[in-house]
């Protein structure tokens, strides 16, 4: 994570997880908008602090993309991926 934090391509980084706000109709969260807001690494921990507060009872996730999977023609076979589409984990929470 350090060394993430020191990259000099400043904001490149955050591409890598995003936080956002959750849809009333959940299939609809592949569309939608970053949550807006900064982005620090701090003892091996991404901290995120949005740009407006969030929203009390208001459900949100972050959306971490694994670029490191899904590189190569083994990967397409195994895991079942079409070519262009990035692998990604959520991690849903509300405030």
């Known amino acids: 994570m350090q060394d993430i934090n020191r990259d000099t391509t400043t904001n490149i980084w955050q591409n890598l997880i995003q936080i956002y706000r959750m849809p009333a109709d959940t299939d609809m969260k ?51 991926q079409k070519p262009g589409k990035k692998q990604h984990q959520d991690v849903i929470f509300k405030l």
């Open 30 to 80: 592949d569309f939608q908008h970053a949550q807006p807001g900064k982005y620090g690494v701090k003892d091996s921990v991404i901290i995120f602090t949005p740009d407006t507060p969030f929203t009390q009872h208001q459900t949100y996730f972050a959306r971490y993309y694994y670029y490191d999977r899904g590189s190569t023609a083994w990967d397409y076979i195994k895991n079942k």
